[in-house]
């Protein structure tokens, strides 16, 4: 079986956020999984793409490789929270301060393994990459489903915290030709034409 037989990311939901600057401080300080010699940031107006670089040279250039995507986002953040200082206004206060804010960008990864993770050449490389930034994110959930030298790993990372997770087995989809159980629309007396 070859590696890339061994290693597949069935399932994947991400609704993490970071302040662009700490993912990038991340990626540069990273350490990559095997196969992976660096991870190139390119940012396109307001979508950002973490693409693996292989390590090995007999990947042809024109090969994708697997990418992270993430949109980009700004937020103002507040140095206290607006919220306790609404709290704990004084009415003897003529006019109540500002309060001390700034826009900071954002990169949000969010959404199911199609919009976040793309490519499979390093696919399961890249996925270990975004479970390295959910744990630096404060902000946010992953949730995956991979194997990985065929056995199934279930992942779970809640703003910043890995988490125990479990793989369920629930019985898929009927077949929708047969009529157990469903409402023909087609045939409903209820519903005139």
């Known amino acids: 079986m070859s590696t890339e037989e061994s290693r597949h990311v069935y399932r994947l ?17 990273a350490t990559f999984p095997d196969g992976v010699s660096d991870v190139e940031i390119t940012r396109r107006n ?20 697997a990418q992270l995507k993430a949109s980009v986002t700004e ?8 919220d ?8 003897d206060e003529d006019e109540e301060e500002e309060i001390e804010s700034e826009l900071v960008e954002f990169a949000a990864f969010k ?24 744990e630096a994110a404060e ?19 809640v703003e910043g915290e890995p988490r125990p997770a479990d793989i369920e087995v629930v019985e898929g989809p009927r077949d929708h030709s047969s009529s157990q159980g469903g409402v023909n629309w087609r045939d409903n007396k209820f519903i005139s034409d």
């Open 46 to 65: 307001n979508t950002l793409i973490l693409k693996a670089v292989a390590k090995d040279e007999s990947v042809s250039k024109y090969t994708p490789t």
């Open 84 to 91: 306790e200082r609404h709290n704990s206004f004084r009415w």
């Open 13 to 29: 939901h991400s609704t993490l956020e970071l302040p662009l600057e700490d993912l990038h401080d991340h990626i540069d300080e």
């Open 111 to 134: 959404g199911d393994r199609e919009t976040v993770l793309q490519n499979s050449l390093l696919q399961y490389e890249m996925f270990l990459v975004l479970c390295e930034i959910a």
């Open 75 to 82: 937020n103002r953040v507040y140095e206290e929270d607006p």
């Open 139 to 157: 902000k946010g959930t992953l949730t995956a489903i991979a194997e990985f030298d065929g056995e199934l790993e279930a992942t779970r990372i």
